[in-house]
C-alpha cells in the first residue's frame, strides 16, 4: 500500500492480501495500478515483468496516477463494506421472495 501510495507500480502475484489492493493493468480499458501474475511460476513473472517494461511511457505514467490515486483508508474500506451488506441484503431479499 505504500508502495501504491508513492507511484510505485507493483508486480504482484494474485495471492493473499494482494489482490485486494493490486489490479492487472489492462491496456484495452486503460485500468488497473499494477502488473499482476496469475500463476506462481518463474515463467508467469518474467511475463508479467515484459508486460510492465513494453508498457509505453504515457500509460505507465496513467498507471502511476491510478496507484497513487488509490485511497486504503479506513473511511473507505468502511464504505466498500457498507455497499458490500447493502448488495448481500438485496439479494438476500430476493432470494427469501
Known amino acids: 500500500m505504500l508502495a501504491l501510495r508513492n507511484g510505485l507500480v507493483p508486480i504482484a502475484a494474485h495471492c493473499g492480501g494482494l489482490r485486494q489492493f493490486v489490479q492487472d493493468y489492462d491496456p484495452t480499458t486503460g485500468t488497473g495500478n499494477g ?16 508486460r510492465a517494461i513494453k508498457t509505453p511511457p504515457a500509460e505507465l505514467a496513467a498507471i502511476v496516477a491510478s496507484a497513487r490515486a488509490a485511497d486504503f483508508s479506513w473511511p473507505a474500506c468502511a464504505r466498500r463494506h457498507e455497499a458490500l451488506y447493502k448488495r448481500l441484503l438485496a439479494q438476500a431479499g430476493k432470494i427469501a421472495a
Open 35 to 50: 502488473f499482476v501474475f496469475y500463476r506462481e511460476t518463474a515463467t508467469a513473472l518474467v511475463d508479467a515483468i515484459r
